[in-house]
């Protein structure tokens, strides 16, 4: 899976947006970013910065499968794809 994120990212960064939703994740699932740093074994300061992205940010799969195993979630509730063509420019 996380060799199909990396792939994604490459090919379409040009033509659209992989928006990155661990923001939303979290809220959802009623996470700090110090309850989850500690259940996924990660740095708070790696927590905010990911946290923070809004887009796929770069990140090695250890981390990815850390993420997804504390929130309980596929990669795919982490990431939402945007056509450049959908995407509201401010």
Do not use: H
Request: net charge positive; hydrophobic share 40%; with cysteine.
């Amino acid at each position: 899976m996380f060799n199909i994120l990396v792939r994604m990212r490459t090919l379409i960064r040009q033509e659209a947006l992989i928006r990155w939703k661990l923001r939303e994740v979290m809220a959802r699932k009623r996470f700090s970013i110090r309850g989850l740093a500690e259940a996924a074994g990660l740095s708070r300061g790696t927590v905010t910065t990911l946290r923070e992205a809004d887009t796929l940010p770069g990140m090695g799969e250890g981390t990815l499968e850390k993420l997804c195993t504390a929130l309980d979630c596929s990669p795919l509730d982490l990431i939402e794809y945007v056509r450049e063509s959908d995407r509201k420019d401010d």
